[in-house]
């Protein structure tokens, strides 16, 4: 089984920016989906945003127009790019492989370490 790497977090304050990338030590392009998740403290882990290899994207409303999710299969790496950031979006982010999007949950890989996501207002 492959493993995945997660970086870019950081602490920014609210209407700031941040890029996330995720190394996947496996060939991206084999799977039907990328995913990335994210879970507060007491909550539990939820889908940020999803991409399906036909170009189809899904997101929480709550990041709709703020959040882009992108691949570079050439380096096998999935971006999230945060735009306009609040307090809310305070938490630890994990990219995966869901089977589907429509099952996200149902992942390929073993969680990473995360990235932790900190906004200050």
């Known amino acids: 089984q492959g493993q995945l790497m997660e970086s870019g977090g950081g602490l920014v304050q609210a209407g700031g920016s941040l890029r996330l990338s995720c190394t996947v030590t496996r060939e991206i392009n084999r799977f039907k989906a990328l995913a990335w998740y994210r879970q507060a403290p007491g909550k539990q882990r939820e889908l940020v945003a999803g991409m399906t290899n036909d170009g189809g994207t899904d997101y929480a409303d709550s990041v709709k127009g703020r959040f882009t999710i992108s691949s570079d299969n050439a380096k096998n790496t999935i971006y999230l790019q945060m735009n306009n950031l609040k307090p809310e979006d305070t938490a630890a982010y994990y990219c995966?492989?869901?089977?589907?999007?429509?099952?996200?949950?149902?992942?390929?890989?073993?969680w990473g370490q995360g990235t932790q996501v900190t906004v200050s207002s």
């Open positions: 995966n492989i869901p089977v589907g999007l429509g099952r996200p949950m149902n992942v390929y890989f073993n």
